[in-house]
């Protein structure tokens, strides 16, 4: 048998059961695409992250337990956390290569930041049908890679109950459902049943369009956003140029040994 360690943490939380999970293996080396996305069906988590060693940091990949992504937010920070504050307790940063670029986890205070690319959207007519699948008519529609539709308020977020097969065959990557929060700057939520996974408890990579939107109509860089699914998990975000800046906390759950 050959052993992967494997770890769990929660990401954007600082207590065990909220935020969202994420499973993080280190490899020596890449193991074949069709093993790790077996892996990551196996978890049956959001994602599950993999990384092997590349230059002065690491070569970063993510698996939904359907497809591998071009960007996570949550399981880059457990993959960071789990370096910088367990296996390499040392270092004040690391550094990822991925699919979107150069990504960096450092420490800020108490808290661990990410640098990501920021993806505002664009307004764009409203898909057919959409009321009727989220049982509300959202104030605004854009697009950017992921669809959001903008509501009134925090409890209009809350209450939505929709149709995740009209969700998947949308155009994009999923929906973001956002509004002004209570006690925090936005909330959100978001669906990704095209990737399986129907509501993602806490995304990173939905921040990259949310923070863009609210930072222009509140007119200010720093956004403290909270995604209101059930697990909860709260966000620290800076504008920065084309960039945002996304802050938060990740609690280590599991340690254990993935035997092939």
């Known amino acids: 048998m050959t052993a992967i360690p494997l770890y769990q943490l929660d990401a954007f939380t600082d207590r065990p ?3 969202n999970p994420a499973a ?3 490899l020596d080396e890449w193991l ?13 988590l959001s994602e599950t992250a993999f990384y092997v060693p ?9 698996f939904t337990p359907k497809i591998e ?3 996570c937010g949550h399981a880059t920070l457990a993959t960071g956390a789990l370096i910088l504050e367990k296996l390499e307790p040392g270092r004040e940063a ?8 150069t990504l960096g986890v450092k420490r800020e205070g108490d808290m661990l930041v990410m640098d990501f690319p920021a993806l505002p959207a664009s307004e764009v007519p409203m898909p057919d049908g959409l009321e009727a699948a989220l049982g509300k008519t959202p104030l605004k529609f854009l697009r950017a890679v992921k669809n959001m539709a903008v509501f009134e308020s925090e409890s209009d977020v809350h209450g939505i109950d929709p149709d995740f097969d009209f969700i998947a065959a949308m155009e994009g990557m ?8 209570d006690g925090s700057d936005c909330a959100s939520r978001y669906f990704a049943p095209h990737a399986g996974i129907d509501e993602d408890p806490v995304t990173g990579s939905a921040h990259c369009t949310i923070v863009p939107y609210w930072a222009g109509i509140l007119g200010k860089d720093d956004i403290h956003a909270r995604q209101i699914s059930e697990r909860v998990g709260d966000l620290y975000c800076r ?3 084309d960039r945002v800046v996304i802050g938060g906390k990740a609690r280590l759950v599991v340690e254990g040994t993935f035997l092939l």
């Open 174 to 181: 999923g929906l973001i459902i956002t509004a002004p929060g």
């Open 24 to 26: 993080v293996c280190p």
């Open 69 to 71: 992504v071009d960007l």
């Open 17 to 19: 059961f909220g935020g």
């Open 239 to 241: 504008m920065n140029g």
């Open 54 to 62: 590349e230059g002065d940091g690491y070569r970063l990949r993510w």
């Open 94 to 101: 690391v550094s990822f290569e991925t699919r979107s670029g």
């Open 32 to 44: 074949p695409d069709d093993v790790m996305q077996s892996i990551a069906l196996e978890n049956n």
